[in-house]
Each structure stands twice: as structure tokens, then as C-alpha cells.
């Protein structure tokens, strides 16, 4: 199955049924597959073809799912770029790819004219708002009658997207997934999160990152649910009013959304709106970072619904895991998805016993096809048929997974492995302690020694001397970071993974 099929099967037999909604414009199914082939049809008039790489610059909205699909329909190649990024960062993505023309909006326009004049491949820049000197305006809601084309044909096991990572720890690396990818991801959390067409989904993270795209677009869009987009997640009253008023029934948000959600003041928000609107508000998933149990435990009390936490990577399309909803495990991210299979290894490949830590391998059809134009990096990666993920991590009796930490986060202090998300989460259960990050720095006499950079709850105080005390009496002593700094916030990425790279 091709992701252009989900279009197009929609279109077929749910014509009139709402597909997106965005502020106060309502795009049914019909509407969304007559819009998507009239952009792919623009894009092949511009000479778009089979196998080009067309990269999309587009905050949330509408269009971004139009010209996504609108690409994959062309059987090019869709390359979504973060909109924070600055221009180097930009330039690097589009040089690296091979994009020939990108989709974009007004704001963008002026970086990506002074990028063109140092991409040679890109050629044009396509807006999607309004008239710019120099871009091509796209029909995406005019009257133009396009004529219908022939599209090429398109295997499953084809390139749809190429997704760079985040670069934490380099150059950011170009992930070729699939249409069977990511088909075959989004089927496998249909299954097992148990999630049907009636579902309401609220997509206010933003669609070029990879969870996002899976789990807040592709899923809805297999299902035939609507979409009600936002956005941001800027100003964060509106995401909860949101939720209200379109009924939302899967919410799904990363950990520093949950960590506010978690704080006393948003059940007193709710209350203005009777707890009886939240009723069809039946699933919360976490996902894009690790999420501490301080957190998950703070909101099942609040809220009593289920906080089901996930694991994936870009890689693998991205979903991994995720806890059963009448069945999760506290510290846990759940069992693998349907049809993928996981185990642990030692430094030599070895499978390794229950609860035993070792480095995560994946196997399934949600694996990329390898890192583009990266056969080196490709082949360390995926081994016969198996990717290993660089995450440290245990599976139980039962199957469930235990991410202990990335393998390159891993610190070494006098032969002991020491995995800082392990420290970190202890210093989640001080009251005082609004977020914290573990790093690996150089000693002369240990090889390495933990380092913690601390933010502290706003109005709270603990001195250095305090919360080594408190870390004395909860974990061996040489896990307890030798340096402890006070700091006013920690780096991130967009999706609210920290980076520790730059703390290093």
C-alpha cells in the first residue's frame, strides 16, 4: 500500500466527512484528494518528476499535508525541514538532499533567496500564502482547473520521505523511510493502541518531526478520523481549549507539555469547563523524549486517565513501543509494536538475558532503508536486518522495555557504567527540582565523572550542599554527579529533547 492510497480511499468512500480542521476552515476528504492532485499536477508542470527531492518549509496547517501528498503523488521524494532551524542549518539540508524547489510561506521566502543563490540544484521556490517576487504562487485553493496527468508508478518499498535527525551528536543524517514504512508503522499503532475511525486527534506539535507526522497525521488520515490542527502549542490555553471544545479524544504531546499538565494550577483551568467535556478525552500518549516517572505518576493522580509512554526513533519510522492501555508499566515504555521484534545485545552482538542492560536492536518493516548518500554509517546501523538503535535499554519476562540511556551518553567512571537518565531521575523526586541534565565530563583520576546541570522550580531554593545529601541517601556514590551547576534553563531541541551535546 502506497500513502497516496489512503487519499485516495478516503476520497472514495468517505467524500463528505471532515479530514482537517484548521481555525475555521474545514477540508473534507473529497476536497483533500482534489487538492492534492491539483498540486501534484502544478509540481509536474514545473517539471517535478519521479525520484526528485522536493523539500516542504511550512509550519502546521492544512497545506503542509496537501503538499506532502501532493509530492508523493509526482513519485518524488518529500524532504520536511524544521522551521527553526537557521540558514546554515537550512543550507546543509537542502545542498545534502538534492532538493530541486521547495514549498514554503512568505515568512521563509527571504532566507531561502539568499540559500538558492548557494544550492545549485534548487531552482524554484514555490509560496503558498501570497504573491513574492521571484516564487512561484501555488493554486492550493484557486479555481484553476489543472489538467489530470498520468502519474508514474510507485513501488511500496520506494522512498517517500528522507528525514534528517536532529544532529545531537553531528552533522544531521538524511533517514530514506519507506512507503512501506510508514504505512506499516501507522498500521501497527492502529492495533495496538486500539484507535478507530471516530477518534478525534489534536495535532498542535509540529508535522515535520517524525512522531508527530506518524502518530498525529498519518494515523488519523489511515483511519479516516479528523484532524484539528493548531498551530503551535503556543499560547498553551488555547491547546486546552481546544481539547474542550472539539472533544479530542487521543491527545498527544510531548514531556514538557505533560510536565505542565501535571502542575496543580491546570485542574483549576478545567474546572471553569465542568470535567464533564473531557469526557470523550479517553487516551494520552508521550513520545520524542524520555518522560520521568515523576511526571507520569504526578498526572495519573490528577487526571486518572492513562499517559501511555512510547519509544521510536526517526529510523524506525518512528514507532517502537508503547504501553498497553490496561497495562502499563510505570518506567517502562511498553511492548514492541505488532510485527516488530526487539532484543538486547552485549558489545559483541550476544542476545542478553531478561533485565539485563544491553544495546536495543529492531527488527521489522518500519526499519528505514538506510541513510542517504551514508553507505558507512548505513552498514554500522543495520545488520542483518536489524537496527541497532545505540539506546541502552532492558526487556523483562514479560517483554516490556526499559530505556536506560543512549549508548553515547553512557559514562564510564572507573569501569562502572553509569547511565545518567538514571541520576536524573532521582533528582526528579526533589520538590525543588524543575528539570535537570547528566553529562559525562573528563577527570584526570575517574576516567569521567557525572556532571548535572540543575533548574530549579521557580521561588525554590536547595543549596548544592542539600542536594547532595538528598542524592547520598539514594544512590551509590560513585553515580552522584562530583558537579552540580545551578542553571536558568537547559538547551532543546524543537520537540523538547534536551541536548546534551551542548552542555558537553
Avoid at 489511515?222 to 490555553?237: D, M
Avoid at 486546552?240 to 514531556?255: C, E, G, L, W, Y
Avoid at 526513533?313 to 518506567?331: D, F, R
Wanted: hydrophobic share 40%; proline share 4%.
Amino acid at each position: 500500500m502506497l500513502l497516496t492510497d489512503i487519499i485516495q480511499n478516503n476520497a472514495n468512500k468517505f467524500y463528505k466527512k471532515k479530514a482537517i480542521v484548521f481555525d475555521k476552515r474545514i477540508i473534507n476528504y473529497g476536497q483533500l484528494s482534489e487538492y492534492v492532485d491539483k498540486i501534484a499536477s502544478g509540481l509536474m508542470d514545473s517539471k517535478v518528476k519521479k525520484g526528485s527531492k522536493v523539500a516542504l518549509l511550512l509550519k502546521n496547517s492544512p497545506e503542509f499535508i496537501i503538499s506532502y501528498f501532493a509530492i508523493l503523488k509526482c513519485a518524488s521524494i518529500v524532504v520536511p525541514l524544521n522551521y527553526m532551524f537557521k540558514e546554515e542549518e537550512l543550507k546543509y539540508i537542502l545542498e545534502d538532499s538534492g532538493c530541486c524547489c521547495i514549498i514554503t510561506s512568505s515568512e521563509f521566502v527571504s532566507i531561502l533567496k539568499r540559500i538558492r543563490l548557494r544550492v545549485d540544484k534548487l531552482k524554484y521556490i514555490f509560496v503558498v500564502d501570497k504573491k513574492v517576487e521571484n516564487t512561484i504562487e501555488f493554486p492550493f485553493f484557486s479555481d484553476n482547473n489543472l489538467k489530470s496527468k498520468d502519474y508514474s508508478c510507485v513501488h511500496e518499498n520506494e522512498i517517500a520521505s528522507i528525514l534528517y535527525t536532529s544532529g545531537t551528536t553531528g552533522r544531521p543524517k538524511g533517514v530514506m523511510l519507506t512507503h512501506k514504512n510508514l504505512v506499516t508503522n501507522a498500521k501497527s499503532c492502529v492495533k495496538a493502541i486500539k484507535i478507530n475511525k471516530r477518534d478525534k486527534f489534536l495535532c498542535f506539535l509540529p508535522m515535520f518531526h517524525s512522531f508527530t507526522w506518524t502518530v498525529c497525521v498519518l494515523i488519523p488520515l489511515y483511519l479516516s478520523s479528523t484532524i484539528f490542527i493548531l498551530k503551535s502549542v503556543s499560547p498553551f490555553s488555547k491547546v486546552i481549549k481546544s481539547v474542550i471544545k472539539n472533544r479530542i479524544t487521543i491527545f498527544v504531546a510531548i514531556p514538557a507539555v505533560y510536565k505542565v499538565l501535571s502542575k496543580a494550577l491546570v485542574p483549576r483551568i478545567l474546572k471553569w469547563k465542568a470535567l464533564k467535556f473531557l469526557n470523550p478525552l479517553r487516551i494520552c500518549i508521550s513520545g520524542a523524549a524520555s518522560l520521568s516517572q515523576a511526571v507520569i505518576e504526578k498526572f495519573k493522580s490528577k487526571f486518572n486517565m492513562p499517559l501511555l509512554e512510547g519509544y521510536g526513533l526517526t529510523e524506525a519510522s518512528p514507532v517502537v513501543s508503547i504501553n498497553p492501555i490496561n497495562n502499563t508499566k510505570c518506567g517502562s515504555v511498553g511492548l514492541p509494536l505488532p510485527g516488530i521484534e526487539v532484543k538486547v545485545v552485549d558489545e559483541k552482538g550476544y542476545s542478553l538475558p531478561f533485565n539485563t542492560p544491553g544495546e536495543l536492536l529492531v527488527k521489522g518493516k518500519n526499519v528505514m532503508k538506510g541513510y542517504y548518500n551514508l553507505p558507512e554509517e548505513t552498514k554500522e546501523v543495520l545488520q542483518n536486518g536489524w537496527l541497532y538503535t545505540k539506546d541502552i535499554a532492558k526487556i523483562d519476562e514479560e517483554g516490556y522495555i526499559y530505556i536506560i540511556d543512549r549508548k553515547t551518553d553512557m559514562i564510564i567512571v572507573r569501569g562502572q557504567n553509569v547511565y545518567p537518565r538514571e541520576i536524573e531521575e532521582v533528582f526528579y523526586y526533589n520538590k525543588n527540582i524543575e528539570e535537570v541534565a547528566v553529562v559525562g565530563v573528563k577527570d584526570d583520576f575517574r576516567g569521567e565523572i557525572p556532571k548535572a546541570y540543575v533548574v530549579l522550580k521557580k521561588g525554590r531554593t536547595i543549596s548544592e550542599k542539600k542536594l547532595f545529601a538528598f542524592l547520598k541517601e539514594k544512590m551509590a556514590s560513585y553515580k552522584i554527579p562530583k558537579k552540580i551547576e545551578f542553571v536558568e534553563s537547559l538547551p532543546k531541541s524543537s520537540t523538547g529533547k534536551i541536548l546534551k551535546k551542548r552542555l558537553k
